[in-house]
C-alpha cells in the first residue's frame, strides 16, 4: 500500500501542472523556445521564452489574465530599453534599476538565468503564492518573485520564477 501511495505521489508531482510555475508551460507551449527549471527542495526556479512569428499571437492582457487565474498578482511594471539592462559580472546574472524619478515601489531586480529578449521590453513584477529568502537569513524574504517580460515588438516573452533559498 505504502508503494502505491509513493508512486501515485511522484506521478502527480511530475506532472509539471502540479510542479512550481508548471502552469506556464500550458501558455502557448506550441511558441515556447526556451525552458530551464531547477526545483530543489530548498528552492528553484524557472524560467520560459516564447517566441511569436506574429505580433498579434501574444496579447498582453491575455497573458496578465493567465498569470492572475493562476495565482500571480501583479504589483507593478515598468518599460526598459536595450541599454537599461546591465550584465553583471557576478554570476553571470543580470539587473533591472529603476529609473531615478520613479517610484521604490520598483526595486532593482536580478536573474540569474538568461535574458533571452535583446531588445526593448516591459517588465511585469508579481507576488506569487511562493517567498523566494536570501540564504541564510529567515528574516530578509520577498513575496515578489515571479516576472513577465514582454518584447516591444509583441514577438518574444519569458517568465521568470524564483523560490526557497
Given at each position: 500500500m505504502t508503494i502505491l501511495v509513493l508512486s501515485i505521489g511522484i506521478i502527480i508531482s511530475s506532472c509539471h501542472k502540479?510542479?512550481?510555475?508548471?502552469?506556464?508551460?500550458?501558455?502557448?507551449?506550441?511558441?515556447?523556445?526556451?525552458?530551464?527549471?531547477?526545483?530543489?527542495?530548498?528552492?528553484?526556479?524557472?524560467?520560459?521564452?516564447?517566441?511569436?512569428?506574429?505580433?498579434?499571437?501574444?496579447?498582453?492582457?491575455?497573458?496578465?489574465?493567465?498569470?492572475?487565474?493562476?495565482?500571480?498578482?501583479?504589483?507593478?511594471?515598468?518599460?526598459?530599453?536595450?541599454?537599461?539592462?546591465?550584465?553583471?559580472?557576478?554570476?553571470?546574472?543580470?539587473?533591472?534599476?529603476?529609473?531615478?524619478?520613479?517610484?521604490?515601489?520598483?526595486?532593482?531586480t536580478f536573474f540569474k538565468e538568461p535574458i533571452w529578449i535583446k531588445s526593448d521590453l516591459t517588465l511585469y513584477r508579481f507576488k506569487t503564492a511562493w517567498e523566494l529568502m536570501q540564504p541564510g537569513d529567515d528574516t530578509k524574504s520577498t513575496e515578489i518573485n515571479g516576472f513577465i517580460i514582454v518584447s516591444h515588438d509583441n514577438t518574444e516573452m519569458c517568465i521568470y520564477h524564483y523560490w526557497g533559498e
Open positions: 502540479y510542479t512550481i510555475a508548471g502552469f506556464w508551460l500550458d501558455y502557448n507551449n506550441k511558441n515556447i523556445t526556451d525552458k530551464i527549471s531547477d526545483q530543489g527542495p530548498r528552492g528553484g526556479y524557472r524560467a520560459i521564452h516564447w517566441k511569436f512569428s506574429n505580433p498579434n499571437e501574444l496579447n498582453t492582457n491575455s497573458t496578465l489574465q493567465f498569470a492572475s487565474l493562476n495565482g500571480w498578482k501583479l504589483v507593478d511594471s515598468i518599460k526598459y530599453s536595450t541599454d537599461s539592462i546591465i550584465k553583471l559580472s557576478i554570476n553571470d546574472g543580470y539587473v533591472f534599476s529603476s529609473p531615478k524619478n520613479l517610484s521604490d515601489s520598483i526595486i532593482k
